[in-house]
């Protein structure tokens, strides 16, 4: 039997849809911002903190690293409050992506800083600077400049990963896709619409962080490759 | 009194000991040049002077201060001792006038505007106050160690060391850094010198130290010292290098 697309039946729900598609957006702009700040900080703590600190850093990323995500989302959203501690469905969803991706992108920057040479840091240390100003000044550009496509993917990673977070009902786009589907039966038009929303959402923020690294990693010296 | 004065220093990396009991004493406005084989211990010596190294035992003093890494911070040894490394080591993502304005703005806190002024001094001084927009990767290795001598010259150290520093470069850009260094010396700068360039050691340099084996092995006026070496080991290096 042939089936009749027919995306008209879409129509009344744009309100969700555009709804969806401004959660996600803002999850993961949140999500992405806190986690790339967090991960250029315990980066550098992994590498040169107190014994005791790089331990807790690096338990941290092994546990994020080696569980599936939507138990992480499941643990904070539905386990936590057994501690007592009870989250809307948004601010666990934004817990668990940030912590997420900070986990995945500490282990980026890391490689980053450590494939800055010995020579910029002692050029550094001659000229007086501390550690904490070695690494702020004249480590972090370079090093997120070296590891900058990688940490690209690693947040898109998280903005795509973002969909199952329906599944503790954050009314993002995938879950007013199944809204939709639920609603009217049109499973093959709403899903195909999230494919290509989720599809241009990925292009946009791929050229976004390209402009961002333009502007924030520096003019012609920001090549990925240089 | 000396400006620089060691005494007994000494430094092993694990069993290997690499500097067995150095004295030296450099007055203000010398110009030494630290000459010998590879692993004779002259960049150890070196990087020992400004704490790249951390010495085993000894002493150094540095315009009256005496140098413990472990005690000191960076910032205070820096207005003592600059340096100047063989691969130049300029900082990438920082234009040209960014290279040497850093170190002034955040260890000294001076405001942009006077770091500036000073960075365009500093460059002007090396022949490249036309480069200060400049990214390193646009200049020849020549150029972009005189850019590593302006930013190490901004934090006026009260001497600036040397490693090697003509040993990364084309031949033909030599000469322009060791004109620069030249005329340093002639400012009254005290430099202190791993080099290889025996002619500029002779005709710049006051003084001049073969280090062998972990010592130094003979030293004195830079000409006497060339022309006639009284070591046979001296010799021996001296015709190989040559």
């Known amino acids: ?226 | 009194m000396s400006l620089v004065r060691v005494d007994a220093l000494h430094k092993s990396f694990g069993h290997l000991e690499v500097l067995k009991g150095i004295d030296l004493k450099v007055s203000a406005g010398e110009v030494v040049s630290i000459i010998g084989r590879s692993g004779s211990g002259k960049s150890t010596f070196l990087r020992c002077l400004n704490q790249l190294e951390q010495h085993d035992s000894g002493r150094i003093e540095i315009n009256g201060q005496v140098l413990d890494a472990n005690s000191m911070a960076p910032a205070l040894l820096s207005e003592n001792v600059g340096m100047v490394f063989q691969n130049f080591n300029l900082f990438p993502h920082k234009t040209v006038g960014e290279n040497v304005m850093l170190a002034p703005m955040i260890v000294r806190g001076e405001r942009e505007r006077e770091a500036s002024r000073l960075a365009r001094r500093m460059l002007e001084r090396v022949g490249l106050a036309d480069r200060f927009d400049a990214w390193p990767e646009q200049l020849s290795g020549g150029q972009q160690q005189r850019v590593a001598i302006a930013r190490a010259l901004a934090m006026s150290p009260k001497v600036l060391l040397c490693d090697e520093i003509t040993s990364a470069l084309d031949p033909e850009l030599v000469g322009d850094v060791l004109k620069v260094l030249e005329q340093l010396a002639r400012d009254g700068m005290t430099l202190i010198l791993v080099t290889h360039e025996m002619s500029f050691a002779r005709d710049v340099g006051s003084r001049v130290v073969f280090m062998h084996q972990g010592r130094i092995h003979e030293q004195g006026d830079s000409r006497e010292v060339l022309s006639q070496p009284r070591t046979p080991e001296l010799q021996q290096f001296l015709s190989a290098v040559r």
């Open chain 1, 1 to 226: 039997m042939a089936m009749a697309l027919d995306f008209s039946a879409l129509a009344p729900y744009g309100g969700e849809v555009a709804a969806g598609v401004a959660t996600t957006i803002s999850l993961t702009a949140v999500a992405t911002l806190v986690g790339i700040t967090a991960a250029s900080v315990l980066a550098w703590l992994k590498l040169n903190g107190p014994a005791g600190v790089r331990w807790g850093i690096q338990a941290y990323v092994e546990l994020v690293r080696n569980t599936p995500f939507i138990v992480q989302l499941f643990f904070i959203f539905f386990g936590l409050p057994a501690l007592g501690v009870s989250l809307e469905a948004w601010v666990a969803a934004l817990i668990a992506m940030t912590m997420n991706l900070t986990a995945y992108a500490t282990e980026i920057v890391r490689a980053g800083i450590e494939s800055i040479g010995k020579g910029q840091l002692e050029a550094a240390r001659v000229l007086g600077l501390s550690r904490r100003q070695t690494y702020r000044h004249v480590v972090l550009v370079p090093a997120l400049r070296k590891i900058y496509p990688a940490l690209t993917n690693q947040c898109i990673i998280v903005m795509l990963g973002s969909a199952v977070i329906s599944q503790i009902s954050v009314e993002e786009l995938t879950w007013a896709a199944n809204f939709i589907a639920s609603r009217n039966f049109r499973n093959f038009e709403a899903y195909i619409l999230a494919t290509l929303i989720y599809l241009a959402l990925s292009i946009g923020m791929r050229q976004l962080f390209r402009l961002a690294g333009w502007h924030f990693l520096g003019g012609r010296q920001g090549r990925p490759s240089s």
